[in-house]
């Protein structure tokens, strides 16, 4: 089969993706969204790209297996701690002086940045006063992250991550071990709003304080990312606040006006006005 035979099936795929199950995946990064459907045609058993979409077409099943391979499901919780410390000691005493507070975790994966979030608030006081919003395209996702149960192992990692980020408690008050998981305190999420959202596709998300979007947009085309953030700046109240991956950054966007650099090394911009 010639690459070109085949990059025209993956385009029929995500077009197919689209119009059936309205998920869009056409301005993904193709290199990117090539590797994961090539993964998932050989794993799932089918011969070919054309046999993997038309299983799609006909099997809902088939959904939720390929959309495991095209988001990316794979964080830590107080990933980079350096990100967290900034916001605790140059964003959040900006935040202080709101009485409410609204937060959108885009992207959310199975929560990991969602908890350390939550944690970070309520260890800062503010935890109560704010209203989070954790969105994802994938309903598998958006289920492991209200669950907020983790393998336990995976607690000596978050728990030097959470530690380096100026933590003023212990990661382990906010879970329960049993059987080999970390079971999270069900108050950490009694102010989450888990909601489907397609950053490709739907519009503004509410009006926030801070949008934290980190080590999505590298997976998205130039003109998507550009459509993502003017999606952020729209979504955004007056000198609200927006975290990125370290490799992502506003410099090529149209948007980039929209928003001044905050904390450079951690790329926290904030919402210029208008």
């Known amino acids: 089969m010639t690459d070109s035979v085949e990059d025209l099936e993956i385009q029929l795929l995500l077009e197919a993706l689209f119009g059936r199950y309205h998920y869009d995946f056409r301005n993904y990064a193709r290199a990117s969204i090539k590797r994961r459907i090539t ?3 050989q794993n799932l058993g089918f011969a070919s790209v054309s046999a993997l979409q038309a299983s799609l077409l006909h099997d809902p099943a088939t959904l939720a297996a390929l959309l495991g ?6 964080s830590e ?6 990100y967290f410390r900034a916001l605790r000691e140059k964003v959040l005493p ?11 975790v885009a992207g959310c994966s199975h929560g990991e940045e969602l908890y350390s979030l939550a944690v970070l608030f309520r260890e800062e006081g503010l935890h109560e006063r704010t209203l989070f919003y954790a969105t994802d395209i994938n309903p598998e996702a958006l289920r492991a992250a209200e669950a907020g149960v983790y ?52 519009a503004v998300f509410a009006e926030m304080h801070l949008i934290s979007c980190r080590n999505v947009l590298i997976y998205f085309d130039r003109p998507l990312q550009d459509r993502v953030l003017g999606l952020f700046r729209d979504s955004l109240a007056r000198q609200g606040f927006l975290g990125l991956g370290a490799k992502e950054s506003l410099r090529f966007s149209s948007h980039a006006e929209a928003f001044a650099e905050f904390v ?5 911009y904030r919402r210029r006005e208008p």
């Open 39 to 41: 993964q998932a045609r």
């Open 94 to 104: 900006h935040l202080r002086t709101y009485p409410s507070l609204k937060v959108w």
């Open 77 to 82: 919780m107080f990933r980079d701690p350096s």
């Open 264 to 268: 450079r090394d951690e790329k926290i």
């Open 69 to 74: 391979y095209l988001t990316v499901q794979v």
């Open 151 to 202: 393998p336990l192992d995976r607690m000596r990692k978050f728990t030097e991550n959470h530690q380096k980020s100026g933590a003023k408690t212990s990661l382990s008050d906010y879970y329960v071990a049993d059987y080999g998981r970390a079971i999270f305190d069900k108050t950490l999420r009694s102010q989450v709003v888990f909601s489907d959202h397609s950053l490709a596709t739907d």
